[in-house]
């Protein structure tokens, strides 16, 4: 699902998804370029500025979503941002707690939780 990806190469995408003002790219960006580019996560626009993929966005929004459900698994009363919230939401993997603040994993989060540690 994320090719493997370290925290200092989803800095760089999230840095490129930011946009970038210039051809001339940061340190951290630029060691990733090459691998980027690669697994199609950005494209370059007819004036040569690195920009982020659809894939790109998706990657970093599964990344959000799976660190997401870290965070409800800590602390139920963790923010989350409103799409990453509502995705995870619409797909039964966190559940409102009734009569307080705050979200809790169900058997399906937790279980997704499980596979997603499995894999790496």
């Known amino acids: ?17 930011r946009g970038l003002k210039s051809k001339r ?3 951290r960006v630029l060691k990733h370029a ?25 990657t970093l929004f599964m990344k959000h979503c799976i660190d997401g ?9 963790a923010l989350l941002d409103a799409n990453v ?10 559940s409102p707690i009734e009569g307080a603040v705050g979200y809790v994993i169900t058997i399906k989060g937790a279980e997704s939780l499980a596979d997603i540690d499995a894999q790496q």
């Open 69 to 77: 459900l870290r965070k409800i698994a800590k602390d139920p009363v």
């Open 1 to 17: 699902m994320n090719a493997g990806l370290t925290d200092d190469e989803f800095e760089a995408l999230l840095e490129v998804s």
């Open 34 to 58: 090459k691998l980027f580019s690669g697994l199609k996560y950005v494209e370059y626009n007819r004036n040569g500025l690195m920009v982020i993929s659809e894939r790109g966005t998706q």
């Open 85 to 94: 919230r509502t995705f995870l939401l619409k797909k039964s993997h966190i």
């Open 25 to 27: 790219l940061s340190p």
